[in-house]
């Protein structure tokens, strides 16, 4: 009882005390916040993974697999799997390798996968992802309602950008570049868009043509690709594409890539053998763009439909005939030979498949083997089942996945270190306060306090501050966590410090939520770290000689 | 000696300091008995062992081993007490009263004289009795004419004040026995009289068994018995 009371006072009448509580409280924010920001950015890989291809791949790259139809068919048949149903949707899949010229003429390589848009939003929940679409809430960070998706109605007074008086040459540039929200919704009425449909234009990877009417095939392409839209924290303004004449004079374009934007794209086919049979170049309308977050693949990935790369790449079914021709009999008369037409069936590189749960990551993938063998067993023409590719997205990404880990580990353990100082301040603070209060040691101990009592009152003081500083650490770290991205803005805007790279980093947010797992760890190492500090000033108080203690001055 | 059974008793106490290699030997076998209820004051110069033996005599301190130093209450050798049963012999059946005051800087005066019972009682019986408590530390207080400076710290109190205070805190857990030691050495006469006045009141009403280290011979003179202590011994008891 009397350690309660003392560790109290003591806590509020001294600043070194305060002071070990803010070593204690800075320790563990550091740990807390890095531990957050890292093991966020490490569960958003892993989840944006799993959304990007499913959980298991089945995949023979380039020359691709025939019969894909039916291995879907009997993967989506598992659901009514008598006993344990394990696997939910399967999707057909072509990933190719091309070079994508934007709107004013950059050439870029690309990773275009060509998709069956209707199985593949089903394996990956690719409309979640697609950036142009209406909203009815403004955005986080989004104060002015610039965001142009926004409703009409719920469109906030639009500030009309004005030259700043100390605007820089390029902040001049970028304003002149930047479609204005009127702007954007002229270029939608000239062609007959609205938000709504160019989000169905993304989920059916079609445009409508506007001179012909009809529906063409169309690709969505990653937000970061074309270098056309400029981020804000949480939404996209679009640039105007601009060509350069012959005199070095920019031209503006009016373009707004999924209303009335193209680009080429050239793929390269390989014959049988792997070798390029010829480049073919493909002019297509944009549907719409997306954004899974993560910057690798929202900057180099498209997406089309499966039948368009299909045909560039000679995938689709093919009609042959063998034989046929005139033979010449022994005695020289000619004659029509038997001819056989022969099916080349259509092809994918892959297929994505979508498990109940990515907790049975381990028993999807049996069961996705199982299924392959026996479908392997009924067509001689696809690859064997001990040499197809079949892999977790866990083992696709594993060596990104380890890295990330390692380093998370690493960090923290450098941290952890770091934070035995606070230990140490708190064993040098508690050893000359137990020096200063030698006489109250006495007191306490003519009064009938025990050994052991005196060395709780050292500790219940060390688990005091220890609380205090853990609290206030607690609370710092989830409110520079919570605001991660806030102050990164901040710091970006006053201080033009930039801390976190997308491109470095692949995710445009920093991860901003804290693991109370992580929060219940650290506070009760922050403590376990107090008591250690404070043990042999604790052991020390309670040997001391009573008598001697008394007379101390 | 009135009674035949003492109440707290030290027989043949040595006690030796080490400084270094030097051993200073400060109790020479001194010996002392004091009868339930009774008043005893202790003379001595200073340096010849009084606090000393106050601390033997409180469980604070050991007598030297190997000597038959023994200090007894109610009949028992406090030597064969147990770690435990030896703090609480301090806590419930000693009160101690310092020269200079040894209150807790921190806490109020209330806090001080509560201090005590918190260290004498468990966390549970504390908190059950905390009423109780309070009031009885109240009522002392007041005894002592402190009632308007509860929530005062030691800083803001005058010595008098202060040494009133650290007798309340000796007398909330009821002792038996009231060790003192230079109660008034750091007073002022007028001063260390109302002390005095206030111990000896509370002395009666509780029928206090009081041993109180002095110089002072206005303060010995309020005793029932006189003890010297010189050279480690002691020399005189006389009776008032
Ligand atoms: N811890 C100690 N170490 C060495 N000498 C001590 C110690 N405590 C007390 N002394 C010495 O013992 C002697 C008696 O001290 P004390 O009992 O305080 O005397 P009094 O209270 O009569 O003035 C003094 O000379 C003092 O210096
Ligand atoms: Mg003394």
New interface residues.
């Given amino acids: 009882m009397y350690q309660t009371l003392l560790s109290r006072r003591y806590l509020t009448g001294k600043v070194m005390p305060l002071m070990a509580a803010l070593a204690v409280a800075l320790c563990s924010a550091m740990v807390l916040i890095t531990w957050s920001v890292m093991g966020g950015f490490l569960k958003m890989m892993l989840e944006a993974g799993r959304m990007q291809i499913g959980d298991v791949v089945i995949s023979w790259p380039s020359r691709g697999f025939a019969h894909y139809d039916e291995l879907v068919r009997r993967l989506e048949a598992d659901q009514d799997h008598p006993t344990d149903p394990l696997i939910v949707a399967a999707s057909p899949m072509i990933e190719t390798a091309a070079m994508i010229t934007l709107p004013g003429g950059a050439i870029k390589p690309i990773r275009l996968r060509g998709v069956d848009p209707e199985s593949y939003q089903r394996v990956t929940r690719y409309a979640q992802t697609l950036h142009w679409r209406p909203i009815e809430q403004p955005t986080r960070y989004d104060r002015f309602g610039e965001d142009y998706r926004l409703q009409p109605s719920t469109t906030y007074p639009l500030p009309v950008p004005s030259p700043a008086a100390d605007e820089t040459n390029a902040q001049q540039v970028a304003r002149v570049l930047r479609l204005r929200n009127d702007e954007i919704l002229r270029i939608l009425d000239r062609h007959g868009l609205s938000w709504g449909l160019i989000y169905d234009n993304g989920l059916s990877m079609t445009r409508r043509n506007d001179d012909t009417g009809e529906r063409r095939p169309a690709i969505v392409l990653g937000i970061e690709l074309s270098r056309q839209n400029e981020r804000k924290r949480s939404f996209y303004f679009s640039r105007r594409p601009f060509v350069l004449n012959e005199h070095g004079n920019a031209t503006l374009q009016d373009v707004f890539l999924p209303a009335n934007g193209t680009v080429s794209v050239t793929f390269f086919p390989t014959s049988e053998k792997g070798t390029l049979v010829d480049s073919v170049t493909r002019v297509l309308p944009v549907a719409n763009e997306f954004k899974t977050g993560i910057y690798e693949i929202d900057d180099n990935t498209a997406l089309t439909r499966l039948d368009v790369v299909q045909a560039v790449l000679y995938m689709n079914e093919a009609r042959r005939t063998v034989g046929g021709g005139i033979g010449v009999r022994p005695d020289g008369t000619p004659y029509v030979l038997p001819s056989t037409e022969i099916v080349d069936p259509a092809r994918v590189t892959s297929v994505l498949v979508l498990g109940v749960s990515a907790d049975r990551l381990a028993d999807i993938y049996e069961r996705c083997r199982a299924i392959y063998a026996d479908f392997a067993a009924d067509h001689p023409d696809v690859p064997r089942p001990e040499v197809m590719m079949i892999q977790t997205w866990e083992d696709l990404n594993r060596t990104f996945i380890d890295a990330v880990r390692n380093e998370m580990g690493l960090v923290l353990i450098v941290f952890t270190f770091i934070s035995l100082t606070a230990v140490f301040l708190v064993w040098a603070i508690f050893w000359s306060m137990v020096s200063e209060k030698t006489k109250d040691i006495g007191i306490l101990r003519a009064l009938g306090a025990s050994r052991r009592g005196i060395a709780g009152l050292w500790l219940s003081y060390a688990a005091a501050i220890g609380l205090t500083g853990i609290c206030v650490g607690l609370l710092l770290a989830h409110v520079i966590v919570w605001n991660i991205n806030a102050i990164q803005d901040t710091l970006g805007r006053t201080f033009n410090i930039q801390i976190w790279n997308p491109e470095v980093y692949y995710f445009i947010d920093i991860p901003s939520s804290v693991d109370p797992r992580s929060a219940v760890f650290v506070a009760a190492g922050g403590i376990l770290a107090c008591l250690l500090g404070a043990l042999v000033p604790a052991i020390r108080a309670s040997r001391m000689d009573p008598v001697r203690a008394l007379r101390f001055e | 000696m009135s009674t035949p059974q003492p109440i707290l008793s030290g027989s043949n106490l040595h006690k030796t300091y080490r400084l270094g290699r030097a051993k200073v030997p400060v109790l020479r076998g001194a010996s002392i008995a004091i009868a339930q209820g009774e008043t005893v004051a202790i003379l001595g110069a200073s340096g010849s062992g009084k606090s000393t033996m106050l601390?033997l005599l409180?469980g604070?301190?050991r007598p030297d081993q190997g000597a038959s130093s023994a200090v007894t209450f109610r009949g028992r050798n406090i030597a064969e007490f147990s770690?435990?049963e030896r703090?609480?012999?301090?806590?419930?059946d000693i009160g101690?009263v310092?020269q200079f005051y040894?209150?807790?800087p921190?806490?109020n005066v209330i806090?001080n004289v509560l201090?005590?019972a918190?260290?004498?009682?468990?966390?549970v019986r504390?908190?059950a009795e905390r009423r109780e408590l309070r009031s009885a530390a109240e009522h002392i207080l007041g005894a002592l004419g402190l009632s308007s400076r509860l929530r005062h710290r030691p800083v803001e109190l005058s010595g008098g004040e202060r040494q009133r205070v650290a007798i309340a805190?000796a007398l909330i857990n009821r002792p038996t026995v009231l060790l003192a030691d230079e109660p008034t050495g750091n007073l002022d006469r007028a001063t260390g009289g109302e002390v005095l006045d206030a111990l000896t009141a509370i002395q009666r009403e509780r029928a206090l068994t009081l041993l109180i280290v002095t110089h002072d011979s206005a303060v010995a003179s309020r005793a029932d018995r006189v003890i010297r202590l010189r050279d480690g011994q002691v020399t005189e008891s006389t009776t008032a």
Wanted: charged fraction near 30%; hydrophobic fraction near 40%.
């Fill in positions: 601390h409180g604070l301190d770690e435990s703090n609480a012999y301090r806590a419930r101690f310092f040894h209150l807790l921190e806490l806090e201090i005590a918190m260290v004498r009682h468990r966390h504390y908190l805190r």
